[in-house]
């Protein structure tokens, strides 16, 4: 007897959702269909070029269905059964993915997969999706679109799902969810992807990284490895941002090693030159992600008391370069030059 | 009888020092001998470009000498009476100017005038020159070298000139010493200089700007009029900053007013988009005075216990710039990439 393949919409085919694309059509447990927004016209003509560590050299590479338009569904149209956002997590930007994926969702049906960094990302989809089970993906890939349909992936892809606790749902079912979702995941034997229920855990260890190595490097154009040889960079910025992460994570009672700073620290090489993501969208002129990764675990923390003053001013400071990056998009307009100095 | 002319070399002749040579040359009380590096060149055939709004506009203006080396003075040249220092204190990297004019100061009788922002300046000249006189220049001035030897100065130049205490000499003396630089610098009618012998108030009341808007500006790309527009960045991390400032200043004796936070942010009107210097000197890609403006008094706040989590980021963050600008100069040279990796 054939199974039926999982009907996948994916939300933001970049890096990560490119090869997650791939790889789950790879492993022939489903179909994807790709919204593409400002690489649709590049993959439209020419499909995917992908050189990647686990899938190899592809030119022309496409996933079942690619669209620019996430079409309602009728009582007609299949359903989809996961919907897989690994677009980046811009909350203080309309639009937002929640709005975006609407017309998409079976409530009761549809999975919704988020795999993007940071704290209470779930909470805008289950205000939204009552009745629908949300997965988080928590991915170490280093997968870039260098140009519009062009991927390049360096390193092996390691995805955690788990599921983010719905309260109206039965926890066997998320768990279940989450389950079929690594086996689809896991079908093609590329990657490895494992179930790992403590979700906490597992966005809050990533947060170590994420919340306090991509802001200071954003903020002082150093890369991974620049951070390591510049000086006492390291122990006078990262590790106080980590050891804050990891106090404001047991405020909220999840342990974290006490090594976790220093080995998150020694996973990446002095000469390995790599810019983090935010470092390299702030030099493209794109929005990060400064609420989700950083705004997010610096509010949590403060809530619990816990003093955060490093994380505080980067988060700041990265609030500033981001009102900065919307004025040059045009999203935000000032007022013309001298109109409120009086004449003299 | 007439008054010889006082003869003053001038070291940095870019927007700050050519207004100052200009201003001393119209005064017909001195003439000056101006050290030119980066625009020697460009000065040397086209002179000075200078659209002021204290002097109006000049083509082709020249002070009374220019040069690319400093001379030893022989007992047969005239001695300098006053060597204005007028370049950016990068302490950080050599050459100091300290050693830069060692061939130029007549002991006992050169003054050495630091017309310069930042926090213990003086002390390498006072170790280097124990008989020699160092007076503090604090400038409030809007001119900029926008090309080589093109400068335009756009609002009134504003000079407080005192004697930094040098324990070997008269304080009658240093304060003559000022008070006749005063004389030379206000001989043109043009500008606002004065004697302020609280040396230590005028640095710090300069601090609470210079060591607060410039490096938040420097890492964030907002100007003066856009920090104050972009959202809470002011509440968040100018004024804190300030206040830290204003405590590390009250802690070595120095009473900064309650308003004076509220005063340096209210000078800046939210609709003129000025960069502050340190922000113009990251975007071209220079050296900032990270210790002088901001390492300094951070040392000096946290020596007596004052927090200063605010200053402590700000600075650690701009130290990370200034090593990447560093690098990028070729003054620091990294491993090759991938040199400390493990076959694998």
């Known amino acids: 007897m054939s199974i039926p393949k999982a009907n996948i919409l994916l939300i933001g085919s970049g890096g990560v959702g490119t090869i997650a694309a791939l790889n789950l059509e790879a492993g022939q447990l489903a179909h994807v269909t790709a919204v593409l927004r400002s690489n ?13 560590c686990d899938h190899g050299v592809l030119k022309g590479w496409k996933p079942t269905t690619i669209t620019n338009l996430i079409r309602e569904t009728t009582p007609e149209s299949p359903k989809y059964d996961y919907i897989v956002c ?3 997590v811009i909350t203080d930007c309309p639009p937002s993915t929640v709005d975006l994926i609407k017309p998409a969702v079976t409530p009761g049906h549809t999975v919704i997969v988020l795999i993007q960094n940071g704290l209470n990302i779930e909470k805008p989809y289950l205000a939204a999706f009552p009745e ?17 349909g062009v991927i390049e992936h360096g390193s092996a892809d390691d995805l955690v799902i788990g599921a ?21 995941y896991s079908a093609a034997g590329k990657t490895k992807c494992i179930f790992g229920p403590d979700v906490a855990y597992s966005r809050w ?9 991509n802001p200071i ?12 040889l510049a000086g006492d960079a390291v122990e006078m910025l990262v590790r106080p941002a980590m050891e804050e992460i990891r106090a404001a994570a047991r405020s909220v009672g999840v342990d974290l090693p006490e090594d976790v700073c220093e080995k998150v620290i020694e996973a990446y090489p002095v000469t390995m030159y790599l810019p983090p993501s935010m470092l390299e969208d702030v030099w493209k002129g794109n929005l990060v992600e400064v609420e989700s990764i950083v705004g997010e675990p610096l509010r949590v923390g403060r809530a ?18 981001q009102w900065r990056t919307k004025e040059k998009r ?8 001298g109109s409120d100095v009086a004449d003299s």
């Open 40 to 52: 649709y016209q590049a993959v439209l003509s020419n499909g995917f070029n992908i050189t990647s």
């Open 86 to 88: 690994t677009t980046k």
């Open 132 to 148: 629908t089970i949300v997965l988080s993906g928590i991915s170490m890939i280093d997968s870039h679109e260098v140009s519009p």
């Open 164 to 184: 983010f606790r719905n309260p109206n749902l039965d926890v066997g079912a998320e768990a279940a969810a989450a389950e079929r979702f690594v086996r689809l």
């Open 205 to 213: 260890r990533k947060l170590v990284l994420n919340a306090c190595l």
């Open 217 to 228: 490097c954003a903020l002082t154009g150093l890369d991974t490895g620049r951070i390591r």
């Open 304 to 321: 619990n008391g816990v003093a955060m003053p490093t994380l505080s001013v980067l988060y700041n400071l990265l609030k500033g370069v």
């Open 330 to 337: 045009g999203l935000i307009e000032i007022p013309a030059q």
